[in-house]
């Protein structure tokens, strides 16, 4: 076990993982006294121990373990896509691979990430391998892994769904405020990989319907991807209403319903999501 490894990926997700702790310094000589006096095997222990002062949950509040698992089943989905993304042979080397590989190693991180935080929350952590997927969703994307304008569009669905469910489960977070955190700074990378993608696909231009402008972000309930099999993922994305305020020419402004809808990316339920994943479980 590296455990300087395992600490720079949780920094990665949670930069204020050592204020809640104590200082990075302290904390690694911390470890070099346990990883002297303890056999190798007990070491996960003493550092469930150590984060559980981080990420425990208080008694009487929502099943903050089963957020994070969910959230964990939906980093297993996209990171063994990615894994099987990047050793396709499809991928454009440059630009394109790199950046799918650095998206991969962004999903391992949030893997570990949660994972640690359930062991410390006092939870056992749902475990997927490559083998619990299938990403062609029952034969809807039969070239996911040979086509690469497919690839990029599930890629596409599974960055922009996973915005939306961050969102919608962070409210079943808020009496945690150091788990709160740690899951909307792994939203905000999110966030950036569908970005990312989008603007890959715009490059690509693979099924992408005439006259569609794929932006970096999603504009009312449109996909940008020529097919109906991925709109359950953008339903309901064009609500021009926020706060009880309509946006559309807010205070005199020229303000269409497409830039108003594209303000906000809108919360999708649990239930919402499991529908949407269910054909990429194996």
Known sequence: M???????????????????LNSRRKVMKSFANISGKLALTAVPLAFGSMFQKAYAQSPGVPDIVGVLNFALTLEYLEYNFYIKA???????????????????????????????????????PVSFTAASFDFTA???????????AVLLAVAQ?????????????????MSNNDVLTAALNIHSVEARHAAHIRSMRKANGGLVPAGVDVKPWITGNQSGIGTTAVQASYNGEDLTTQAAVNIVNINGQIISANAASECFDEPLDKESILAIVTPFLA
């Open 138 to 148: 029952k034969g809807t994307f039969p070239t996911v892994f040979s086509d690469y």
């Open 157 to 173: 669905t599974f960055e922009d769904t996973g915005v939306r469910a961050y969102k919608g489960q962070a409210g079943n977070l």
């Open 2 to 20: 590296n455990v300087t490894n395992i600490l720079n990926e949780i920094e990665k997700i949670d930069p204020e993982v050592y204020g809640k």
């Open 86 to 124: 990047v050793a396709s042979g499809i991928v454009p080397a440059g630009n394109d691979l790199n950046a799918l590989t650095l998206i991969r190693d962004h999903e391992a991180a949030h893997v570990n990430f949660l994972k640690t935080a359930i062991t410390a929350s006092g939870g056992t």
